[in-house]
């Protein structure tokens, strides 16, 4: 960073670090007089290539891009019913949507078409009950995908209204066990 660019960010107010390829040391001087500011050399801009900036307030968020992929040998059926290959299929499918979805996504697939989509809600049932309504009457027989575990089975009883008859979900929550029955008692794999 030469001294010109320095300069200009010094004007522009509050700094608490900034990051850079390198200084200049005119610029380094200059910013000796800001207490507290840290001053980062990358040189290496590869490093982010694959990180995704979002402004918030106050700053930015840097997030890497979600690269991972599902793979099929790991997923584990937990419930009575299994799903049937056309099932797997459409959920693996639905799990593939809900990954670009903003949070606490709930994709309804049939086949291979995503029929419903309820995202960015604070409740998981209230994302469910959104992709319902997006859905129309498509969702009857659909499968379910959701990109974070259910917190309650509440949600279970929110997707066997809206139609789904198998649901794909990462697990992990402390009542995982009432999930799993919930899915059994509505006969959903």
């Not at 507290?36 to 890497?64: A, I």
């Not at 979600?66 to 793979?71: A, G, I, K, N, P």
């Not at 027989?141 to 089975?153: E, R, V």
């Not at 066997?160 to 959903?188: E, F, L, T």
Request: aromatic share 6%; glycine share 6%.
């Amino acid at each position: 960073m030469d001294l010109k660019t320095a300069k200009l960010i010094i004007k522009s107010g509050f700094l608490e670090c900034i990051i850079a390829a390198g200084f200049d040391q005119e610029a380094r001087d200059l910013f000796k007089a800001k207490k507290n500011l840290r001053l980062l050399e990358l040189k290496d801009w590869s490093v982010v290539s694959d990180l995704q900036m979002k402004r918030v307030s106050g700053g930015l968020l840097l997030e890497s891009s979600d690269s991972l992929t599902l793979d099929k040998r790991k997923l584990k059926v937990v419930t009575k019913k299994k799903p049937s290959q056309a099932q797997m299929q459409s959920l693996i499918f639905a799990w593939k949507v809900a990954k670009h979805v903003k949070s606490n996504a709930i994709v309804l697939a049939v086949g291979t078409a995503t029929v419903g989509i309820g995202a960015g809600q604070m409740s998981r049932v209230d994302s469910v009950m959104i992709a319902k309504s997006k859905s129309s009457k498509l969702s009857q027989y659909c499968c379910l995908a959701s990109d974070a575990f259910f917190p309650k089975a509440d949600a279970i009883s929110w997707a066997h209204k809206a139609g789904a008859n198998a649901i794909i979900q990462p697990g992990g929550s402390i009542a995982d066990g009432d999930i799993i029955a919930s899915c059994d008692r509505y006969k959903i794999a």
